[in-house]
């Protein structure tokens, strides 16, 4: 999650969708008010190698402690996390403030649901090797809560609550409109462009169209639980 205050801009972070690069590239336009929360180690020192803002500002400050929180925090040696990476929608609004929220824009990435599914598979797959000889389908229609986990970082109460979404296959075109809207972050296309965060775990030949041919009923549920989204983000269908 970022929060930059200048340009009233609050970035929501769903998983596995190109998120750390843009988290990364919006440092750049970060001050001292902004807040910041951490990433992954490696991550973190991708963000300091390109001399941009570390983690700051995402931590509750003494005086929003009650005093059972504030012995606790001398206990750890730290003070609680008061924001975090994935931080869900509702929580971020709650904890910022329904001015804040309000009158900030509201960003986030968004993934094809056909494409993020194969994604999610492979990686699934990689980190938990039990799974590795369960079929894409199979995995699928037993994963749609894994699948629609990032409901929660786009909507309350089941509402879309995100007021621009940067869609991962047109990363370039998304990210050069925001510039129009924020004149303010110039430049981030030309920083984001530099990054790759994440390493891929899928192989080149897992496309759309060849994971869902002989998955007719992991396309159906795509479909079921998404269908908004792919008809309001224009996303492909295989």
């Known amino acids: 999650m970022i ?4 340009p009233k801009i609050i970035v929501l972070k769903a998983r596995k969708v190109g998120g750390t690069s843009l988290e990364i590239a ?44 504030k012995f606790k925090a001398a206990i750890k040696g730290e003070l ?23 009158s900030y824009t509201k960003i986030a990435t968004m993934r094809n649901p056909f494409d993020s599914a194969i994604s999610l598979y492979f990686w699934w797959q990689r980190s938990r090797p039990a799974q590795k000889g369960m079929d894409f389908e199979t995995w699928v229609i037993k994963n749609a809560d894994l699948i629609s986990r ?17 869609r991962y296959d047109r ?13 303010s972050v110039e430049g981030l296309w030309e920083t984001f462009s530099k990054i790759n965060a994440k390493g891929a775990y899928r192989p080149k030949s ?15 549920l795509i479909m079921e639980l998404f269908r908004n989204d792919i008809d309001a983000y224009d996303f492909a269908r295989p």
């Not at 897992?206 to 009923?217: C, D, G, H, T, V």
């Open 171 to 183: 990363l370039e075109a998304d990210i050069k409109k925001l510039e129009e809207l924020h004149p």
């Open 206 to 220: 897992a496309s759309m169209e060849e994971m869902f041919r002989n998955s007719p009923r992991a396309h159906s």
């Open 3 to 6: 929060v930059l205050h200048e």
């Open 80 to 102: 609680p996390a008061k924001f975090f990476n994935h931080i869900p929608a509702e929580l971020a609004k709650e904890r910022l403030g329904g001015e804040n929220w309000d």
């Open 26 to 69: 919006l440092s750049r336009f970060a001050t001292e008010t902004s807040i910041i929360t951490p990433i992954t180690k490696e991550d973190e020192e991708t963000r300091t190698k390109l001399g941009y803002r570390p983690p700051q500002n995402f931590r509750y400050s003494p005086g929003e402690l009650s005093l059972i929180g």
């Open 150 to 166: 990032n409901e929660e970082i786009y909507k309350i109460d089941g509402q879309q609550i995100i007021d621009f979404m940067v």
